[in-house]
C-alpha cells in the first residue's frame, strides 16, 4: 500500500510539472494579440499588415512593427472577405497571404497534443494503477502455486552428472536403472517391467544427496522440479496441499521429469503425534503427496525422488509399496571416495606439486562430501591470505584442524602457567595414544587455541574402520583420560580444561555397557530405550527398562571400567615420564608437532 502511495505521488508530480510545461508552452505565443475580422480589415486597409497565414478559419497576422495577431474568420474566401469589406486591391497586393493545410501538423501542435499528452498520461496512470492492484490480487493467487525450483536439461551452466559426484558407487548403480528408464521408457514398458514411482535418498548431512539427485537428472537429460519440504508450509492450512497439487501438475505437462523433494522429513513426519499449530498442515500435506503418488500410473515417465537424513521419523505410510519403496543409502565417504571428492573440489584450484590428496584423505575421517568440499574452499582461502599463488598441502592440513574445530584464536592470551598445563596435558594425550595398541596414530599434536578447545591432539585411524572391540574402547579411553593424567602427575592437581575428555569418556563407557554388551558383569545385553518425541524431533527421555538394582550395577560397572582405564594411563605416564618432558619442552618451543617430529621424539634417544 505504502509503495502504491508513492507511486501515485511521483505520479502526480510529473503530472503537474507536465501539466505546467504544456501550458507554458502553448502561451509561449503570448504576445499574440487576439483581434476581430473587423479590425483586421482596418489594418489591411491602412498597409499596417506585413504576412496573414490561413490555417483553416485561423489566421496568424504579423504587423510591419513585427507585432503579430491571431484572428478567427467565418467560413468562405478570406480574400472574398476582404474585397466585400472594401478593401483597396493594391492594399491586398501589399501583404504576403500563405494558405496552409489545415490537417497538417499545426492542428497536432495546437489541439490534439495539450489535451492528448495529458489525456494519455491520465489513462497510463489507471492501467499503471491496476496493474499494481491485479499483481497484488496475483501473489495472494500465487500462494498456493509450488515454488519448485526448475532445472532444464539444456542448462549446461548449473548440469551435474554422475562424473561430478564421486564414490556412492553402490548409490549410482541403484540408480542407474531410473535412468535408463527415463532415457528409454519404451523398453520397459514393453516388458511390462513397472518401474518404481518413488525414490528415497537416505543419507547422513552433507553425503550427497542433494548433489545426487541433480545428477541423475543431469544423466537421464531430463527436467528436476526441486522443491525443499519445508518450503510446502505455510501458516496458513491448505497452502501446502494446494502446492504439492500445483507441483505434480506443473511436472506432469513436462513428462518424462522427475520431482525432487529435498529433506522430505519437514513434512513427512509420522502423523498423529506431533504437538503445536503447523501440525495440521503437515498432515494434509502429506496425505497430499501420498494422493498424488498414487494418483499417476507408474510408467508415465514420472520419478519422484526424495532426500531425507531421518528416515527413522518419516510416515510409514510414505514408504508402503508403490510410495517411496525404493530406499538408496549413501554412506560417509571411505578413505578412497574421500580422494576422489577432494580430486574433484580441488579441479578448478591451482594444487602445488607438493599436495598429496591422499594424505589428506587419511587425515579427515569422518568428513562428509560437504566437509571435504568446505576443506578446499578454507585452503583456497588461507592460501591467498597468504599471497601464494598454489594450494600447498600445508594450507590444506591446517585448515581440517579449521573445518573441525573452528578457526584459530590467537588473540586469546595465555598466561605461561596456562601454557606449560596445556602442554603436559596434550603431550599426556599423546603419550598415551601413542604407547597404547588399540588408539589410532597421532597426526599432530598443538597448543594453539582452536574454537572451543585449549589445545588438540589429532588422532586419526590410517584406514576407515567400522567395527571396534572392547579393548581399542579402553584404550580409547585411557587417551582420553591421559591429559587429566599428566596434569595430575606434573602439577599434583588438575584443572577445568579436563572436563569435555572426562565426558567423552564417561559417555563411551557407558555405549560399552548399555549399548555394546561389553561388561562381563552385566553380560550381552542392552539397557535403556530411547524415546523419540517426534514434535521436537529429538530424543529428549530416555526409558528405564531395568530394575533400580540393575541401574546401580551399571553405574558401578561405569566407574570400575573408568578407573580401569585411568590406571593404564597413569602407569604409562609414570613409566615414560621423560617422554612426557620432552614432548611437553617441545611443545612449548614450537606450539604444534606434525605426526613425523612426534615420533622422532620417540626414536631419538
Ligand atoms: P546433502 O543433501 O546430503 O546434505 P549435498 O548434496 O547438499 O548434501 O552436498 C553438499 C556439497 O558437498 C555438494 O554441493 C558437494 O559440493 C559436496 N559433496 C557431497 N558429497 C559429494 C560427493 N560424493 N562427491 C562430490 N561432492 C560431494
Ligand atoms: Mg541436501
Ligand atoms: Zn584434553
Redesign the pocket.
Known amino acids: 500500500m505504502k509503495i502504491l502511495l508513492k507511486n501515485f505521488l511521483i505520479f502526480l508530480i510529473i503530472f503537474l510539472i507536465l501539466a505546467g510545461v504544456l501550458s507554458l508552452l502553448g502561451s509561449s505565443g503570448a504576445k499574440t494579440e487576439q483581434i476581430s475580422v473587423s479590425q483586421l480589415v482596418t489594418e489591411v486597409s491602412t498597409g499596417q499588415v506585413k504576412t496573414i497565414a490561413l490555417t483553416g478559419n485561423r489566421l496568424d497576422v504579423v504587423l510591419n512593427n513585427g507585432q503579430r495577431q491571431l484572428a478567427y474568420k467565418g467560413d468562405g474566401d478570406f480574400i472574398a472577405l476582404l474585397k466585400n469589406y472594401g478593401v483597396d486591391q493594391n492594399k491586398l497586393n501589399s501583404f504576403e497571404f500563405q494558405v496552409k493545410n489545415s490537417s497538417g501538423q499545426s492542428i497536432w501542435a495546437t489541439t490534439i497534443l495539450p489535451i492528448g499528452i495529458p489525456l494519455i498520461f491520465i489513462i497510463g496512470f489507471f492501467v499503471f494503477l491496476q496493474r499494481q492492484m491485479r499483481g497484488a490480487g496475483n501473489q495472494a493467487f500465487k500462494f498456493g502455486e509450488s515454488q519448485a525450483r526448475e532445472i532444464g536439461p539444456l542448462d549446461k551452466k548449473t548440469k551435474i552428472t554422475f562424473k561430478?559426484?564421486?564414490?556412492?558407487s553402490e548409490a549410482k548403480s541403484e540408480l542407474g536403472e531410473i535412468i535408463e528408464f527415463l532415457k528409454n521408457p519404451r523398453k520397459f514398458i514393453n516388458l511390462g517391467a513397472k518401474i518404481p514411482k518413488g525414490v528415497l535418498?537416505v543419507?547422513?548431512?552433507?553425503?550427497?544427496?542433494?548433489?545426487?539427485?541433480?545428477a541423475v537428472a543431469g544423466e537421464a537429460n531430463v527436467p528436476f522440479f526441486h522443491i525443499s519440504g519445508s518450503e510446502f508450509v505455510e501458516m496458513f492450512v491448505g497452502v501446502g496441499a494446494s502446492r504439492v497439487r500445483d507441483l505434480f501438475r506443473r511436472a506432469k505437462k513436462n513428462l518424462p521429469c522427475i520431482i525432487f523433494i529435498?529433506?522430505i522429513d519437514a513434512v513427512g513426519r509420522q502423523r498423529g503425534a506431533g504437538l503445536g499449530g503447523s501440525h495440521d498442515e503437515r498432515e494434509q500435506t502429506l496425505n497430499q503427496i501420498l494422493v498424488e503418488l498414487d494418483g499417476f500410473e507408474p510408467n508415465i515417465g514420472l520419478v519422484v525422488m526424495a532426500?531425507t537424513?531421518r528416515p527413522d521419523i518419516l510416515d510409514p505410510a510414505l514408504l508402503r509399496p508403490g510410495r517411496f519403496d525404493r530406499k538408496v543409502i549413501?554412506d560417509m565417504?571411505s578413505i578412497k571416495?574421500r580422494e576422489?571428492?577432494l580430486k574433484?573440489?580441488s579441479q578448478n584450484k591451482p594444487l602445488a606439486s607438493t599436495v598429496n590428496l591422499k594424505k589428506v584423505a587419511e587425515r579427515t575421517p569422518g568428513f562428509?562430501?560437504?566437509?571435504?568440499?568446505?576443506l578446499m574452499n578454507e585452503a583456497a582461502i588461507l592460501t591467498a591470505r597468504r599471497n601464494k599463488n598454489k594450494i600447498g598441502q600445508l594450507e590444506i592440513l591446517e585448515s581440517i584442524e579449521k573445518v573441525l574445530l573452528g578457526p584459530e584464536r590467537r588473540s586469546r592470551v595465555f598466561s605461561e602457567k596456562e601454557r606449560e598445563i596445556s602442554a603436559y596435558h596434550e603431550a599426556g594425550h599423546a603419550l598415551v595414544a601413542h604407547e597404547l595398541p588399540g588408539c589410532d596414530k597421532v597426526q599432530k599434536v598443538s597448543i594453539i587455541s582452536r574454537g572451543q578447545a585449549g589445545g588438540y591432539t589429532l588422532i586419526t585411524p590410517e584406514e576407515d574402520k567400522y567395527l571396534k572391540n572392547k579393548n581399542e574402547f579402553l584404550d580409547n579411553v585411557a587417551g582420553l583420560l591421559g591429559g587429566f593424567v599428566a596434569e595430575e602427575e606434573t602439577f599434583k592437581q588438575t584443572t577445568t580444561g579436563s572436563s569435555s575428555d572426562l565426558k567423552k569418556a564417561t559417555d563411551l563407557i557407558k555405549r560399552m555397557v548399555t549399548q555394546f554388551g561389553m561388561s562381563d558383569l552385566l553380560g550381552p545385553r542392552t539397557f535403556g530405550e530411547k524415546e523419540e518425541l517426534i514434535f521436537l524431533g529429538r530424543e529428549i527421555s530416555e526409558q528405564r527398562d531395568y530394575s533400580e538394582k540393575t541401574a546401580q550395577l551399571i553405574d558401578e560397572e561405569v566407574s570400575k571400567l573408568i578407573t580401569l582405564c585411568y590406571n593404564k594411563a597413569k602407569e604409562i605416564v609414570k613409566n615414560k615420564k621423560a617422554y612426557l618432558e620432552k614432548i611437553a619442552k617441545l611443545l612449548l618451543e614450537k606450539e604444534t608437532l606434525e605426526k613425523n617430529e612426534f615420533e622422532k621424539i620417540f626414536t631419538t634417544p
Open positions: 561430478d559426484v564421486a564414490g556412492v535418498l543419507g547422513g548431512p552433507g553425503t550427497g544427496k542433494t548433489l545426487l539427485a541433480r529435498d529433506e532426500a537424513n549413501l565417504p571416495d576422489e571428492i574433484i573440489h562428509s562430501g560437504a566437509d571435504l568440499s568446505n
